[in-house]
């Protein structure tokens, strides 16, 4: 049996090998490459069945697609062709109610795909068109659904318009996902991406344009979204630019981590008992440039850094009492998007 992998989605577009495999060093985290396959273009983003031993990857482009592959001992192989999913640019993709739903970040949609017992898309496809704009006419002249996920329950789907400035919580069934309700967050903000506390009771929402970090709180019951703080991302003296990426949450609840691309760092965000009050606690250099996304190792001892124009996957160890990263070490992935764990 082997030990814990991880896989990095890259842009075979800019230069990428497309879903590279490395394995993960018992104790010291360290990665250390062991094959790539660029069967789908840019696959930036992935996520993991593991009952089923598959692994699933959008295909970033125009139209979008998503694939499936098996797992094996050394990396990945492909399960079958990729198949459209009616967008545009899907950025994100997540497991479902049974169904495999991506964020079409081009079209401002989000897609359901149907699976086959054997967990491999099937080709049959509903979408959910997004309405609405936001303030920043750049960036927000439409809806631009940047993440998919269900809640902790199973129950819903939640997805996040960096376009509309909302969150839509919706049902998956056999005719797709439907809006429930959505969450209107404060104009501008521009919200990317959105991790839940480990009791579930809260949702975390990483803000691109602003950068902040949204806390709300978590209805499963009602299936609602209310929020309650908006906190930045950054310190105050901090200068240029800064364009928050990912989000994802400590399993034992007591930190949030975010990276943020131009700024070039990682911030460490420390949650009170509640999960409502956040604190900054440390920002710190991401080891790279330009961090698009990040994960944490699955016994949550080291954090994870895809640096996409660097090109590679920086890794710190945890300090177990503070939470503040310490870079121990890196490797070179071109055009570095996403890590996932398996």
């Known amino acids: 049996m082997h030990g814990l992998r991880a896989h990095i989605g890259s842009f075979t577009s800019a230069g990428g090998r497309g879903v590279v495999t490395a394995a993960v060093g018992p104790g010291t985290g360290a990665l250390t490459a062991l094959?790539?396959?660029d069967a789908v273009a840019?696959?930036?983003?992935?996520?993991?069945?593991?009952?089923?031993?598959?692994?699933?990857a959008v295909s970033e482009t125009d139209p979008g697609a998503a694939a499936a592959f098996r797992l094996t001992d050394e990396g990945v192989e492909p399960a079958g062709p990729?198949?459209?999913?009616?967008g545009v640019h899907p950025t994100h993709l997540a497991l479902a109610a049974g169904h495999l739903v991506t964020a079409n970040y081009g079209?401002?949609?989000?897609s359901t795909l149907s699976l086959g017992a054997d967990g491999l898309p099937t080709g049959d496809v509903a979408v959910l068109r997004h309405e609405g704009s936001g303030p920043d006419a750049g960036r927000q002249e439409g809806p631009h659904a940047h993440w998919v996920g269900a809640d902790p329950t199973g129950r819903w789907l939640l997805s996040v318009d960096l376009g509309t400035d909302s969150v839509r919580v919706c049902r998956v069934t056999g005719d797709g996902a439907a809006v429930h309700g959505e969450t209107p967050l404060r104009a501008g903000s521009g919200p990317r991406h959105l991790a839940f506390h480990p009791r579930g009771h809260r949702a975390y929402v990483v803000n691109e344009l602003a950068p902040t970090v949204t806390v709300l709180a978590w209805d499963a019951d009602r299936g609602e979204l209310t929020p309650l703080d908006e906190v930045r991302a950054l310190p105050e003296d901090a200068e240029g630019p800064a364009y928050a990426s990912g989000i994802v949450a400590a399993a034992d609840g007591r930190f949030l981590?975010?990276?943020?691309?131009?700024?070039?760092s990682v911030s460490v965000l420390a949650l009170d008992d509640?999960?409502?009050a956040l604190t900054l606690e440390a920002n710190v250099p991401c080891g790279g440039d330009w961090p698009r996304d990040l994960a944490l190792h699955p016994q949550g001892t080291h954090l994870y850094v895809a640096n996409e124009r660097s090109g590679d996957v920086t890794c710190f160890a945890l300090d177990e009492a503070t939470g503040v990263p310490l870079r121990t070490g890196a490797l070179p992935v071109p055009a570095a998007?996403?890590?996932?764990?398996?």
């Open 257 to 264: 981590y975010t990276a943020l691309r131009g700024h070039d």
């Open 35 to 37: 094959q790539a396959t």
């Open 107 to 110: 079209s401002g949609s989000v």
């Open 42 to 56: 840019d696959p930036s983003f992935l996520t993991v069945d593991p009952v089923r031993g598959l692994l699933y």
């Open 274 to 276: 509640t999960g409502s």
């Open 337 to 342: 998007s996403c890590v996932v764990f398996a």
């Open 82 to 86: 990729a198949v459209p999913v009616a």
